[in-house]
C-alpha cells in the first residue's frame, strides 16, 4: 500500500512539473521586431563633390584702347551701371573713355572723302567734256576739216581726264577706308556688351585712367584688373574634380544635383524638391587624370534658372552614375554586415519567426540597395531588433511599414 501511494506521487509531481514547463515556453514572449515590406521603386547612385559655381558665359571687359572716363551708361533705373545691374540691347555701351581725338580724326576723315567725291564729280564732267571733243575731232577728221594734231590733242585730253578721274576714285576708296578707320578708333571709345547679362563687377568710375588688357592672366588677375566683368546669370558652370576610381561611371549627359548644401540636395533626392538646389547636367569629361590634382575633370551645366546662385558660390553636386527605375528596394536599416556580407532577417508568414538571407551587393542608393537576390517583393524584413536575432528566433511584431 505504501509502495503504490509513492509511486502515485511521483507520477503526479512528474505531470504537474511537465505542465508547469510548458506553461513557462508558452508564455515566454518573442524578441519585438519591426519591419517594412520589400516593394519595386527607383534606386538611384549618386556620387558626393564639391566645386565653384560660375557663370557657364562670363566676360572681362576691357577698352580696345586706354584712355580716361568720361561716361558711365545709365540702367534700367536711371542710375549708372553697377554690380547686379543688367546690360542688355538697349544700353548702348558700358562705359566711355575721352573721344575728342577719335572724333576729331572721324570729322576729317569724313570730311576726306567729301572733297575726294567732289573731285570725282568734276572728273567725270571733265571727261565728259574730253569725250564730247574727241568726238567732235573725230568726225572733223573724218571730213576732211581737221588737222592730225588736234586729233591727237583731243585723244590725248581725254586719255588725261580718263586717268584723273581714276586718280579721284582711287582717292575716294582711301577716304572711305580712313573713315572706317577712324569708326573703328571711335568704338574702342566705348566699352559694350557682347551679349545680354549682369554686370558682376564695375571697377572703373568717372575719371579713372584705363588701359588695355593685360594680356593671358590667372581668373583672379583678370577679374582685379577688367574694367567690367559681365556674366549671363541663366546657367552656371561647375567644375568638378573627380578622383579616378570614381570617374570610370561618369558620362556626359547624367543627371546632376546642384545645391548650396549636401543636406539641401539629401532633402531634393528623397522629396523631389528644395528652394536651394537645381537640375543639371554633366558637360563634358576630360578624358585624361589631370596631374596637377591627380583627378579627372568633369563640367557640369545648369539647366534651369538659378536665383539662389550668385557667380562664385561653393557648391554640392551630387551625379547620378547609376539608375534603376524599377528595382528591388531593401532599406539599409534591415541590412546585417557580417565579414563583409550582407544579411537581413525576413518575417515568416505567420508573424512568429525569421528567416536569415544573405543579400548580394547591389546598386546602392541613399536609404536602400537594389536586392538583386534573396528576396522577393512583399517579403517582410526586419528594420528593428535584429541585432538580436538568429535564423528561426522566435519574434513578435510591434511595428510594420512600408
Do not use: C
Not at 562705359?95 to 567725291?117: C, G, P
Amino acid at each position: 500500500m505504501i509502495k503504490r501511494t509513492s509511486l502515485l506521487n511521483a507520477f503526479v509531481v512528474t505531470v504537474v512539473s511537465g505542465l508547469a514547463t510548458l506553461t513557462h515556453a508558452q508564455d515566454t514572449p518573442g524578441i519585438s521586431v519591426a519591419v517594412e515590406t520589400i516593394e519595386t521603386g527607383p534606386v538611384t547612385q549618386w556620387i558626393f563633390l564639391e566645386g565653384i559655381a560660375e557663370a557657364a558665359r562670363k566676360e572681362y571687359l576691357y577698352f580696345e584702347r586706354p584712355g580716361r572716363i568720361i561716361e558711365i551708361a545709365n540702367g534700367d533705373d536711371g542710375e549708372a551701371l553697377r554690380a547686379g545691374a543688367r546690360a542688355s540691347g538697349d544700353i548702348p555701351f558700358l562705359a566711355r573713355i575721352d573721344d575728342r581725338e577719335t572724333l576729331n580724326q572721324l570729322e576729317e576723315a569724313r570730311a576726306a572723302v567729301a572733297a575726294a567725291r567732289e573731285r570725282v564729280r568734276a572728273a567725270e564732267a571733265v571727261l565728259e567734256q574730253a569725250r564730247l571733243a574727241l568726238a567732235r575731232q573725230e568726225r572733223l577728221s573724218e571730213r576732211g576739216t581737221s588737222t592730225r594734231a588736234a586729233l591727237e590733242e583731243a585723244q590725248a585730253a581725254f586719255t588725261s581726264a580718263e586717268a584723273q578721274l581714276s586718280e579721284a576714285r582711287a582717292a575716294v576708296l582711301a577716304s572711305e577706308a580712313q573713315v572706317r578707320s577712324a569708326e573703328l578708333a571711335q568704338s574702342y571709345t566705348l566699352l559694350r556688351a557682347p551679349f545680354d547679362g549682369v554686370v558682376s563687377l564695375m571697377n572703373v568710375r568717372v575719371g579713372d585712367f584705363v588701359g588695355q588688357s593685360p594680356g593671358e592672366t590667372s581668373p583672379r588677375e583678370r577679374e582685379a584688373s577688367a574694367a567690367v566683368v559681365l556674366i549671363d546669370d541663366t546657367s552656371f558652370e561647375v567644375t568638378l574634380f573627380v578622383p579616378p576610381y570614381q570617374a570610370i561611371g561618369v558620362q556626359e549627359g547624367q543627371r546632376v544635383l546642384v545645391g548650396l548644401s549636401g543636406a539641401a540636395i539629401s532633402n531634393y533626392a528623397k522629396t523631389g524638391s528644395d528652394p536651394l538646389v537645381v537640375e543639371a547636367d554633366v558637360w563634358s569629361v576630360s578624358p585624361s587624370v589631370s596631374l596637377q590634382n591627380r583627378a579627372v575633370e568633369v563640367k557640369v551645366r545648369t539647366n534651369t534658372e538659378t536665383p539662389f546662385l550668385s557667380d562664385g558660390d561653393f557648391v554640392s553636386a551630387w551625379i547620378a552614375v547609376n539608375e534603376r527605375e524599377n528595382a528591388l528596394r531593401v532599406p539599409y536599416t534591415a541590412l546585417i554586415d557580417q565579414d563583409r556580407k550582407l544579411f537581413t532577417f525576413v518575417l515568416s508568414e505567420d508573424g512568429t519567426s525569421v528567416e536569415m538571407r544573405e543579400i548580394p551587393r547591389g546598386l546602392e542608393g541613399l536609404t536602400f540597395m537594389e536586392a538583386t537576390e534573396g528576396l522577393v517583393a512583399g517579403d517582410r524584413v526586419v528594420t528593428r531588433g535584429q541585432h538580436l536575432l538568429a535564423n528561426g528566433s522566435p519574434v513578435r511584431l510591434v511595428s510594420e511599414g512600408n
